[in-house]
């Protein structure tokens, strides 16, 4: 799951099941006998294949979240005082995120900036702006001054 995704899904939640949570887990035991005597080889019976899953695709909000009391939220929660409007970083850890250099550098790469990567008072101006963008293409109400 690439850095943009963590965040959406920390802003939006999980709207559906992990494939490994949908699928469950299956354990096969197979008979075994070490007993010189009584090795043999029977034929093992094959479970019977579960039936196709046909993915359910993710339901489109009537209505755009709203991220502004969601990080607020969080930041609250955090105890700390992260400025999310201004900063990817506090942004980042309000949520609970790794905020390093390299997890940023990360993100850039997902969204797109092409500029010098070690500027990093550069691209943390872009990530911000991105992300707010991107949040709102992906169902987000994002406030109005934060998407220029």
Do not use: C
């Not at 009391?69 to 955090?78: N, T």
């Not at 790794?98 to 990567?117: H, I, M, V």
């Amino acid at each position: 799951m690439g850095v943009f995704e963590k965040i959406k899904l920390a802003i939006f939640g999980e709207a559906h099941p992990t494939p490994a949570s949908r699928y469950g887990s299956a354990q096969v035991h197979l008979p075994l006998s070490l007993e010189p005597s009584t090795l043999s080889i029977a034929p093992i019976p094959i479970p019977p294949a579960p039936p196709a899953v046909t993915p359910t695709p993710q339901p489109v909000p009537t209505q755009p979240i709203d991220i502004e009391p969601i990080l607020d939220a969080a930041v609250k929660k955090s105890g700390e005082a992260f400025d999310w409007r201004h900063s990817i970083v506090d942004l980042m850890k309000a949520l609970g995120m790794e905020a390093s250099f390299q997890e940023r550098r990360t993100l850039a790469k997902e969204l797109g900036y092409t500029a010098d990567p070690h500027d990093s008072a550069d691209m943390n101006l872009f990530l911000h702006h991105a992300l707010m963008r991107r949040l709102s293409d992906n169902g987000a109400k994002v406030p109005v001054d934060l998407l220029h």
